[in-house]
């Protein structure tokens, strides 16, 4: 119950949020937000299904390409937002049949090398617009509306959120959910129990897949404007991150380890910008705070901030002491 009324709670003030802030705190809550689906499906393949991916940039690129190119192209935007997730899943589902054979840093290695050639080809072809990449991109509309502002980004992107919890939400608290659970911990005794192991670790890829893809989605729609440098290597790593101290295998982990990092990188770029630091001060404090931050959590917080703020409070509750009547 009182997680439920916390939830309700969080979802009011973040849906009332966009209508109050300027629109330089909306361009990071958009941000935010996006960073947060995307890591909900980190989330979900890592912490449940086991599998380790260095390569979810690749799918937040495929699915702001799938829409750009598609609204360049005189498509409607609200077909070309529902054909990025779908393109970024259809090619996980291609690319993960013979990936997913491979386990660990093996894996890990595979998707980071899937996310350095795609970058390499959208650099490179002339339909993506090489390295100058695709501008001018249409806002995003539906029939008469026109999402002409920034706060219509802020609610597209608390709806996409929204959605992508909902559905994480239904996934792990169902029948294939437990079996997700039993293969994070043996594949050897889950397949021993029944469980397809092969076609659930494929389905989580595509899922974490179209996650990134609808992101990126919105993405391309908000910025106007997409590129291969948009989609660095470090931004998969950045997701890694954000899941890690959430707590890897929670929903509002995932939520709440993409708000922290989100805040923590805004911190570092305006420090970054100070006058005297030099041009690569935002990439190497970026990389020398994650190290440090991964570094933290893992030794005093081994499963993250929300499980950790979770169990102490149901210790607390566990050892208040219990009225009884004289």
């Not at 899941?243 to 805040?263: C, E």
């Amino acid at each position: 119950m009182i997680r439920l009324v916390a939830g309700v709670l969080v979802a009011a003030v973040t849906l009332v949020l966009p209508a109050m802030l300027d629109d330089s705190a909306l361009a990071v809550y958009i941000l935010l937000g996006l960073a947060a689906m995307v890591t909900v499906g980190v989330s979900l393949l890592m912490g449940y299904a086991g599998q380790v991916s260095l390569g979810q940039g690749a799918f937040y690129a495929i699915g702001a390409y799938t829409a750009a190119l598609l609204a360049l192209g005189g498509v409607p935007p609200l077909a070309g937002l529902i054909a990025a997730p779908l393109a970024a899943a259809l090619f996980s589902l291609v690319i993960g049949m013979p990936l997913l054979r491979l386990r660990g840093h093996h894996l890990a290695f595979a998707t980071l090398a899937m996310q350095l050639i795609l970058l390499s080809l959208a650099g490179q072809l002339e339909i993506t617009g090489g390295d100058i990449g695709l501008q001018a991109i249409p806002q995003f509309s539906v029939g008469a509306f026109e999402a002409g502002s920034a706060a219509a980004y802020a609610y597209m992107a608390w709806g996409g959120l929204a959605l992508v919890m909902l559905v994480t939400h239904n996934v792990v608290t169902s029948r294939p959910g437990r079996a997700l659970r039993a293969l994070a911990t043996s594949e050897t005794a889950a397949a021993s129990s029944g469980v397809p192991v092969g076609r659930y670790k494929l389905v989580v890829f595509a899922l974490s897949a179209a996650f990134a893809g609808l992101a990126g989605g919105i993405y391309c729609f908000y910025t106007g404007y997409v590129a291969p440098g948009s989609f660095p290597v470090l931004i998969s790593i950045q997701y890694i991150v954000m899941a890690v101290v959430g707590g890897l295998g929670t929903i509002w982990g995932a939520v709440v380890g993409a708000g922290a990092i989100t805040l923590l990188v805004q911190g570092l770029d305006q420090l970054a910008g100070l006058p005297g630091m030099p041009s690569y001060a935002p990439s190497v404090l970026s990389y020398a705070v994650y190290a440090l931050v991964l570094i933290v959590v893992v030794l005093f917080m081994p499963h993250g901030l929300v499980p950790a703020i979770t169990n102490r409070l149901s210790r607390k509750r566990s050892e208040a002491p219990v009225e009884t009547r004289s």
